[in-house]
């Protein structure tokens, strides 16, 4: 079965670098016909789709965030991680790794989400 | 781009059907049949519950049926039942490989 579980820092201050990993396992990020990516909620708020990143490090981004983030995977380490930068209290939510496919907007795996706070 | 349109908060009683809405543009929902719709229990991730407008995933029950028109696409629950009760959100492909959520409906059983 396949699990994603992200990890780093929960607090981060303003202006500063959010930095998150996702760690797959049950599964290979090698597998084709899926992307790798990013959702954040914000506390009581919705999704938002940050991007997503395929095995061969092609990458696509939400218009909204584009200038500030990066996602990249290193399929050695079974990881792929998010980069936000100039953070501020906005960017304070509930972030998720998940797996979506190729074609279309299917997510059919999820973390279990990581608190990241802003102050 | 604008988070896909969805109401606030729909309700029902158990046995009744309820239907959720999800209304965005011909660049999103009205450009392709990939609609996906997933439901969040309080404190937990996201689930799929409908994937390509109208397909279920294994282990999701025959209840939940999805549909689209144009620029809305629509999940319906028949049977309701207690453990439906949860905030509910339509996805949709936006071209380019990226994504674009609705704003979320709270699904509240009576």
């Known amino acids: 079965q396949l699990q994603l579980q992200e990890s780093g820092p929960g607090l981060v201050r303003p202006s500063e670098t959010l930095s998150l990993n996702c760690t797959v396992s049950g599964g290979s990020l090698m597998t084709s016909g899926y992307y790798w990516g990013w959702i954040r909620q914000p506390p009581g708020k919705g999704l938002e789709w940050i991007g997503s990143v395929y095995f061969n490090g092609n990458t696509q981004y939400s218009p909204s965030l584009k200038s500030r983030v990066s996602v990249s995977v290193d399929t050695s380490r079974k990881q792929f991680s998010l980069t936000l930068n100039s953070v501020t209290a906005a960017d304070t939510a509930v972030y998720y790794c998940?797996?979506?496919?190729?074609?279309?907007?299917?997510?059919?795996?999820w973390g279990q989400g990581t608190l990241v706070t802003v102050s | 781009q604008s988070a896909l349109t969805q109401p606030r908060s729909v309700s029902g009683s158990p046995g009744q059907s309820v239907t959720i809405s999800c209304t965005g543009t011909?660049?999103?929902?009205?450009?392709?049949?990939?609609v996906s719709w997933y439901r969040q229990h309080p404190g937990s991730a996201p689930e799929l519950v409908i994937y390509d407008v109208n397909k279920r995933p294994s282990g999701i029950p025959g209840r939940f049926s999805g549909s689209k028109s144009v620029n809305t696409a629509s999940l319906t629950i028949s049977g309701l039942q207690a453990e439906d009760e949860a905030e509910y959100y339509c996805?949709?492909?936006?071209?380019?490989?990226?994504?674009?959520f609705g704003g979320g409906t709270t699904l509240t059983v009576l």
């Open positions: 011909s660049s999103d929902v009205g450009r392709s049949y990939f």
């Open positions: 998940a797996r979506r496919t190729l074609v279309g907007s299917t997510i059919d795996y």
């Open positions: 996805c949709s492909y936006a071209g380019s490989n990226t994504l674009i």
